[in-house]
């Protein structure tokens, strides 16, 4: 049984993401480094409402999101009040969207479709 001490000290992640088959992908691959996955969030609200309940350490962002608002939306919400790390996934690595994405200053970028090391690289490089 893990301890109350030792559950506050797991690192916590947000895995905003529009897809629950990569949403569920992302967070198992967290886990097994060690970290703590919070309930995938497929919307900005959602994102938002989980956010601000669980401050997590690291978010994990697609800039497509289901509804009217995006991921960059969503990232620029966050810097405009915290200073969270930032990890764009995406399809869109396009000349218009990434430069819009480049002003929420993301701490890391990978483009779909990435592998696992990748993630796992990028996660570790902020979390470790």
């Not at 797991?10 to 919070?38: C, Q, S, Y």
């Not at 995938?40 to 609200?45: G, H, I, L, M």
């Not at 997590?56 to 800039?63: N, Q, S």
Request: charged fraction near 20%; hydrophobic fraction near 45%; aromatic fraction near 8%.
């Amino acid at each position: 049984m893990v301890g109350a001490e030792t559950l506050s000290a797991i690192r916590k992640v947000l895995v905003v993401e529009d897809e629950i088959i990569i949403a569920d992908d992302i967070a198992m691959t967290v886990a097994k480094m060690g970290f703590h996955p919070l309930e995938p969030v497929f919307d900005y609200n959602s994102a938002v409402n989980s956010y601000n309940t669980h401050n997590p350490d690291l978010v994990i962002i697609d800039i497509r999101l289901q509804g009217r608002k995006t991921g960059i939306e969503f990232a620029t919400w966050i810097r405009s009040r915290f200073n969270t790390p930032i990890i764009y996934i995406t399809v869109l690595g396009g000349k218009v969207i990434r430069p819009q994405a480049e002003l929420t200053q993301p701490t890391a970028y990978l483009v779909k479709p990435f592998i696992n090391q990748e993630l796992i690289d990028a996660v570790s490089s902020i979390l470790n």
